[in-house]
């Protein structure tokens, strides 16, 4: 079955600290991959989205994702954190062909401090 | 452009009760999608729906049914509720439907079974 694992539950970090959040996925065939983040009472919305082409990807407010097709990853990364980045990240995956049907990871809480 | 508002935003049943649950799509939107969140099971994908055709289904038994309306508005369905169907409910719409496309999700709806 597909699957998509996100391997840090919670992480805390100092503002200007550098991030990385690992997403690793079980999939069959050609994925479609993203990023999305739940902002404190905000909803859900997409930071970047990777369909094929150059494997890093850039998105909104600084971050970026790197595909490894041989190593089944998605992780996201920011050089320099804002406390403003406090929010849940979810690693989501579709298949290629099968319509927008995500399966999410189980979501990284980020907290920054200032 | 109003964004996705989903209605009612809170919702308290008992078990054994049913419960319908509205959508409704950026205007303009064709594609709609239904996800449920729970703290143990996270994110998990329900229906997808385009032009009133359901196009995908999560892996939810047959009491979770919806229905895509001819103005796009779509609406769930909980038969015979059960304690865990206790969530919050996102929608998401798309423009055309394309895997390519944005997802743009609305505040949810979030229910209590008693």
């Known amino acids: 079955a597909q699957s998509v694992s996100q391997h840090n539950h919670h992480v805390i970090l100092s503002e200007a600290a550098s991030l990385e959040l690992g997403c690793n996925y079980s999939?069959?065939?050609?994925?479609?991959l993203f990023w999305y983040v739940q902002y404190p009472g905000q909803h859900l919305q997409l930071l970047l989205k990777y369909f094929s082409g150059d494997p890093l990807v850039k998105g909104i407010k600084g971050f970026e994702a790197e595909f490894i097709k041989s190593k089944f990853s998605f992780n996201l990364r920011k050089p320099s954190v804002q406390w403003s980045d406090t929010a849940e990240y979810f690693c989501a995956v579709s298949l290629m062909g099968a319509g927008n049907m995500l399966t999410f990871g189980g979501g990284t809480r980020l907290m920054v401090k200032p | 452009k109003a964004g996705v508002t989903q209605t009612p935003r809170y919702l308290i049943k008992t078990r054994g009760q049913q419960v319908t649950l509205s959508c409704s799509p950026i205007s303009g939107h064709r594609s709609v999608s239904w996800y449920q969140q729970t703290p143990g099971q996270g994110l998990q994908f329900l229906f997808e729906y385009f032009s009133e055709t359901q196009r995908n289904k999560g892996n939810f038994p047959g009491r979770f049914s919806g229905r895509q309306f001819s103005n796009s508005r779509s609406e769930m369905n909980v038969s015979t509720l059960e304690l865990g169907d206790s969530a919050l409910y996102l929608c998401?719409?798309?423009?055309?439907?394309?895997?390519?496309?944005?997802?743009?999700f609305g505040p949810g709806t979030r229910l209590l079974v008693l």
């Open positions: 999939y069959g065939g050609t994925v479609n």
């Open positions: 998401a719409s798309g423009p055309s439907g394309r895997e390519e496309e944005t997802q743009y």
